[in-house]
């Protein structure tokens, strides 16, 4: 892979990234899996799922459990070097996602369609 072909993979990611969080900011709050899950492509939901974590990385977005136990999310406030100085840390979480929960939340949620559109 040429320098050329990284810096434009960067680019697009990057280009991905921000139109997912437009798209945040236009259907917040919703369920995480009715979010990213593009019932007719698993390989999509990975890769949304995948630029969804740049966000939630930068603070972007926040991913967090309703009373009834879904995971939803929404746009927040990105921390600020205070909010760190003040003893703010961030941590590290593992999200599992296979073709089983793929198939289950599909039907838990009804999914019919993408909420996000293909890049």
Known sequence: MTQDQVSADVNETTQNVQKLYDLVLQVQPIPLYKFFINPNSFAESVENLFHLSFLVRDGKISIEEDES????????????????????????????????????AIKKYNITNSVIPRS
């Open 69 to 104: 136990g879904d995971l939803i999310v929404e746009a927040c406030e990105p921390p600020t070097e205070e909010d760190f100085q003040n003893g703010l840390q961030k941590i590290q979480s593992v999200f599992h996602f296979d073709k089983h929960l793929f198939d289950k």
